[in-house]
């Protein structure tokens, strides 16, 4: 059964600085999603990865898919306080005719000032 | 806001009860995709509708169901609850058939079963 793995869980970071959210998948997929969720709201769609090598980007956030090594990537550039909040990564994974998402377990972002 | 309406947003009901959440999606969106979000289970994906058909199926249990109307409003079902049902239901729609199209998503059903 397909696992997605994110890390780390939790991660709290000085404004201004760098660092990178990872999301492993345990089986073959070319199309991950990243979202959103901020404390008590609903979720919002980040990113869409369709292929290998794809990279998207979007202010101070870049995503990115291997899928040879079954690997997302979302990098923080300069964090900001603003981009607390938790983000999820999902894959979809075709299964008997029909396709399903599954979510990995969200890593919690608090930038501080 | 999304554009996207989910009723009612608080839920309070007894195990063993039915009970029925509505979804609208965005005007011109055909696609109707279902969430589970808890302490437990984490973020899971239920199902999906595309203009009135089942497209997609996540790990939904056989007491759920789902479907879409012509009009493309989404209802979910819940029936025989249970205390492990006590969740945040979050509805997204989308364009197209796929999440490949960016997902717009509700503010969510939050259902307590005590």
């Known amino acids: 059964e397909l696992k997605v793995e994110q890390n780390p869980l939790f991660l709290s970071m000085q404004e201004g600085k760098n660092y990178t959210i990872y999301c492993n998948y345990s089986t073959t997929s070319d199309r991950l999603y990243w979202y959103r969720q901020d404390p008590g709201k609903s979720l919002e769609s980040l990113f869409v990865l369709l292929s290998n090598g794809a990279v998207k980007q979007e202010g101070r956030l870049m995503a990115s898919l291997d899928t040879k090594a079954r690997l997302s990537t979302l990098h923080i550039t300069a964090a900001v306080h603003d981009l607390s909040a938790t983000y999820f990564c999902a894959v979809e994974m075709a299964t008997s005719g029909t396709y399903k998402y599954i979510f990995g377990t969200g890593t919690r972002l608090k930038v501080l000032a | 806001d999304s554009g996207v309406t989910q009723t009612p947003k608080h839920l309070i009901t007894a195990t063993g009860q039915r009970v029925t959440l509505r979804c609208s999606p965005r005007?011109?969106?055909?696609?109707v995709y279902w969430y589970q979000q808890s302490l437990d289970q984490g973020l899971q994906f239920l199902i999906q509708y595309y203009n009135g058909e089942e497209r997609a199926k996540g790990n939904i249990l056989e007491r759920f169901s789902a479907q879409q109307f012509p009009d493309l409003h989404s209802e979910l079902n819940l029936s025989s609850l249970e205390l492990g049902d006590s969740a945040l239901y979050f509805c997204?729609?989308?364009?197209?058939?796929?999440?490949?199209?960016?997902?717009?998503f509700g503010p969510g059903t939050r259902l307590t079963v005590l």
């Open positions: 997204a729609s989308s364009v197209g058939t796929r999440a490949v199209h960016e997902q717009f």
């Open positions: 005007s011109g969106d055909l696609s």
